[in-house]
C-alpha cells in the first residue's frame, strides 16, 4: 500500500462541514499529486456512490468511495475532523474519513489491498492508534503498516493481522469450516488435532458452564465428547465490492469468534470472488446473505436456513445476524431455493421491513449494474470510431457492405458500428436483469424480451424499465401458484 496513501494525502485536521465539502477537501489532494485528472467528474462519481448507500458506518468511520475513468491509481486518502462529519451513519458524525479512489479498471491485486484496509477498520485497536496519531506521516504509515511506524505492540499486531485478512479476503484456500476456524482463533493446536474426525470445537463461554454443571468429567469418554459447534456460511457483496463487501465479512467473522460459531465468508467484491467448497456448504446448519446486489449462484445454498438482509446489517449488527439464523435452525426453518417466491431477490432485498421503495430501488440498481459494462465498451467503441473516422463516421456505409483494410475511415466506421450494436443491448440487457433482481433466473428471459419490445416500438429506457418491472412482478406471480393447485384445477376439468 506504499504507493497508495502518502503523507500529502493525510489531513488530520480536516475543517470541512458536510460530506461533499470533506470529499472534495481530500480529492483535491489526489489531483495535487496527479492521481485525479477531472476533480469534478471525479466528485460526480464520489456522490453517485453514496447515493445508492450512505458510506457511513458506526463507530465513527466515513468511507466514501468509487471506481472512476477520472483517477489514474488506486490512491487512498484519510482526513480526521474534531467536530464530525455527517456519512449518514445510525451512531452519529465520522471523525474518521477515508476516501478511496479505484480506476475503472483497476486490477485485482490493488483491491485486495484495498480490501484489507476495509477489513482493518473493523479493528478497534487500529482506529483508536489514528485517533491519536499526531503527524500526517506517523497516520500514513499506520495506515500502510510500515513497520516500526509506532512502535508499540498492537500496531505490531495489526501489521501481522494485515497478511491474514488479505488471505481470508481472497479465500484462496476453502478446506474445511473448522480449519477456517483455528485460523481465524489463531490458535496453536497440534496438527493431530486437526486430523480427528470430530471437528475441534472453539472455545465457547456458554457450552463450558453447562458441561461442568452435568458433572463433566476431565476425560470424557466418546458419547460425552464436545457436541458440535454450529456452522454458518455467509455472502458478502456492494455496488461497488471495494470496501463494505469486506468490512460486513470481517464483522461477521469476528463475531462468529465471539459466539463460539464456526463461519465462513464468500466475499463477492470487485476483485473476483472464490466459491465456498461444496463440502463447506453441505456442511453448513445457516446461512447469512449480506447484500446489496444478487448473490451470485444462490442456488448453492438452497435448503437451510437463511437470514438475508443488506450489507450494512452485517457491518453493525453481525450478533443479531447470527442469532437469528440459529434460532431458525432450531426452528426448523428451511431456505425454499433460487426457484420459489421466498428465495427471489425481491425478498431477500434487504433488512425486513423495508419498504417498496427501497426494493425498488435496489431493482433497478440491479439492472443498471449489469447495463454498465455495455455503456462502457459501447462508448469506447463509438469514441474510437470519431477518432478514427471523423465526426461524419456515423453516415458512413455498413463495413458488410464497404470495407478496405487499409482505409482509417474504414476502421473508424467498423469500431462506431459496433459500438451502436453494443449501445442495443443496453435497454433489454436492463429490463432483463430488472426481472432478474426481483425474480432472479426465470425473470431473465422475459425481462429481455420485454426490453427488445421496448426497442422495437420505440419506448425507449423508460419501456425498459416498465418491461423489466413488469417481466418481474409475472414471473413473481407465477412461482406463487402452486403446482398441485394447476393439476387439480386442470383434471377437475374432465369430470
Same mark, same amino acid.
Given at each position: ?11 488530520? +485536521? ?25 476533480? /469534478? ?31 489514474? /491509481? ?5 482526513? =480526521?475532523?474534531?467536530? &464530525? ?9 465520522? +471523525?474518521?474519513?477515508?476516501?478511496? *479512489? *479505484? ?66 479476503? $481472497? ?14 482463533? =489463531?490458535?496453536? $493446536? ?11 470445537? !472453539? ?21 460425552? *465428547?464436545? !457436541?458440535?459447534?454450529? =456452522? ?23 463475531? &462468529?469468534? $465471539? /459466539? ?5 465468508? $464468500? ?81 431477500? *432485498? ?46 458512413? !456505409? ?41 425474480? +432472479? =433466473?426465470?425473470?431473465?428471459?422475459? &425481462? ?19 418491461? &423489466? ?27
Amino acid at each position: 500500500m506504499s504507493d497508495m496513501i502518502t503523507a500529502d494525502l493525510v489531513d488530520l +485536521d480536516l475543517s470541512a462541514d458536510t460530506k461533499e465539502a470533506a470529499a472534495r477537501a481530500l480529492a483535491e489532494r489526489m489531483v495535487a499529486l496527479g492521481r485525479v485528472t477531472d476533480l /469534478e467528474g471525479f466528485l460526480a462519481d464520489v456522490a453517485a456512490r453514496e447515493a445508492q448507500m450512505p458510506t457511513g458506518l458506526d463507530g465513527g468511520i466515513g468511507i466514501p468511495h468509487c471506481r472512476s475513468a477520472h483517477v489514474t /491509481e488506486p490512491t487512498l486518502a484519510f482526513g =480526521r475532523s474534531t467536530a &464530525g462529519i455527517d456519512f449518514g451513519a445510525a451512531d452519529g458524525p465520522a +471523525d474518521l474519513i477515508f476516501l478511496i *479512489a *479505484a480506476p475503472a479498471g483497476a486490477d485485482d491485486a490493488h483491491l485486495s489491498i484495498l480490501s484489507s484496509l476495509a477489513r482493518q477498520l473493523m479493528n478497534a485497536e487500529f482506529t483508536d492508534a489514528l485517533r491519536a496519531v499526531d503527524a500526517p506521516a506517523a497516520a500514513a504509515a499506520l495506515i500502510r503498516g510500515d513497520e516500526g511506524n509506532q512502535g508499540d505492540e498492537g500496531d505490531r499486531e495489526d501489521q501481522e493481522d494485515q497478511g491474514d485478512l488479505e488471505y481470508r479476503g $481472497e479465500q484462496e484456500d476453502q478446506g474445511d469450516l473448522r480449519d477456517q476456524a483455528n485460523q481465524k482463533d =489463531r490458535t496453536d $493446536e497440534p496438527a493431530a488435532a486437526e486430523a480427528e474426525e470430530t471437528p475441534a470445537v !472453539p472455545e465457547n463461554p456458554v457450552v463450558a458452564p453447562v458441561a461442568a454443571s452435568a458433572g463433566a468429567t476431565t476425560d470424557p469418554g466418546p458419547e460425552e *465428547a464436545a !457436541p458440535r459447534p454450529f =456452522r454458518i456460511v455467509a455472502v458478502t457483496s456492494c455496488p461497488t465490492g471495494i470496501a463494505h463487501t469486506y468490512m460486513a465479512a470481517e464483522s461477521l467473522e469476528n463475531a &462468529g469468534h $465471539e /459466539e463460539g460459531v464456526v463461519i465462513a465468508v $464468500e466475499t463477492q467484491g470487485s476483485a473476483g470472488f472464490t466459491r465456498l467448497d461444496p463440502a463447506v456448504i453441505a456442511a453448513a446448519d445457516g446461512v447469512i446473505f449480506a447484500h446489496d446486489v444478487p448473490v451470485r449462484d444462490k442456488d448453492r445454498f438452497a435448503g437451510k436456513p437463511t437470514v438475508d438482509v443488506g450489507v450494512k446489517a452485517g457491518i453493525n449488527r453481525p450478533a443479531e445476524l447470527i442469532a437469528e439464523v440459529r434460532d431458525r435452525a432450531a426452528r426448523g426453518e428451511l431456505g425454499t431455493g433460487a426457484l420459489t417466491a421466498a428465495g427471489t431477490p425481491v425478498e431477500r *432485498a434487504g433488512a425486513s421491513g423495508e419498504g417498496y421503495g427501497t426494493k425498488l430501488r435496489k431493482w433497478l440498481m440491479s439492472g443498471v449494474s449489469y447495463m454498465v459494462p455495455f455503456v462502457a465498451a459501447g462508448g469506447l467503441l463509438i469514441a474510437l470510431g470519431f477518432a478514427i473516422g471523423g465526426y461524419q463516421i456515423n453516415e458512413s !456505409p455498413s463495413v458488410m457492405d464497404h470495407f478496405v483494410w487499409s482505409q482509417a475511415d474504414s476502421w473508424g466506421a467498423l469500431f462506431f458500428q459496433i459500438g451502436a450494436v453494443a449501445f442495443g443491448f443496453l435497454v433489454p440487457v436492463l429490463a432483463g436483469y430488472i426481472a432478474y433482481g426481483m425474480a +432472479d =433466473r426465470p425473470g431473465l428471459v422475459p &425481462g429481455f424480451v420485454g426490453g427488445a419490445i421496448s426497442l422495437t416500438i420505440n419506448a425507449g429506457f423508460l419501456g425498459g424499465l416498465a418491461s &423489466g418491472l413488469i417481466a418481474g412482478a409475472v414471473v413473481l406471480a407465477i412461482q406463487r401458484v402452486r403446482a398441485s393447485r394447476l393439476r387439480c384445477a386442470a383434471s377437475c376439468r374432465w369430470w
